[in-house]
């Protein structure tokens, strides 16, 4: 069994925290951030994810339980800041440079969890596994990602996007 932390990369939900701010930053709408922006998550690749879950899968203990986490706690506020930079830097032609102004806070969310962090020990101590990727790197792998992928983003948005499989070749006849 494994539980994970936030993870975050390609193919992520336009309404999930960094693809919203992605698709809002380019085109000038606000970007909001919830009460203070105070509150922490851990940060994990979904690359990174899937191998854990294969290390897991190929050498876990039967009935073990494995944390796969990023070691990547920050608060939202600062996630929004360095997506901010890394857009300043993709897009430096762009009229909403720098992207930071854009940020505008909002009424919290009521219950919103102040911290969402996992022990992610285990799994390196007996499995040896570790993510891959820094916060930073994988930050910019995802920010690319969207920038290169706006019109799989506006399908999402505008409805046209009808469940298909996403990311499977076209078989050869």
């Known amino acids: ?70 070691f990547n706690e920050h608060t939202n506020l600062d996630v929004v800041h360095q997506l901010c930079t890394i857009l300043d830097e993709f897009l430096p032609e762009s009229s909403h440079v720098p992207h930071k102004n854009l940020i505008e806070f909002v009424t919290d969310r009521p219950g919103h969890d102040q911290r969402y962090a996992i022990d992610a020990t285990k799994i390196e101590r007996e499995l040896g596994w570790h993510p891959v990727e820094t916060f930073e790197t994988g930050l910019k792998k995802t920010v690319q990602w969207y920038l290169n992928n706006t019109t799989w983003c506006q399908r999402v948005l505008d409805g046209s996007y009808q469940q298909e499989r996403l990311g499977l070749k076209e078989s050869q006849a």
């Open 1 to 70: 069994m494994t539980n994970c932390s936030n993870n975050y990369g390609p193919y992520q939900f336009p309404e999930k925290l960094l693809p919203l701010m992605i698709s809002n930053a380019q085109v000038g709408k606000a970007l909001p951030i919830y009460g203070k922006g105070d509150n922490i998550r851990d940060w994990l690749y979904v690359d990174d994810h899937a191998r854990a879950l294969g290390v897991v899968l190929e050498t876990g203990g039967i009935g073990e339980c494995y944390n796969i986490g990023g």
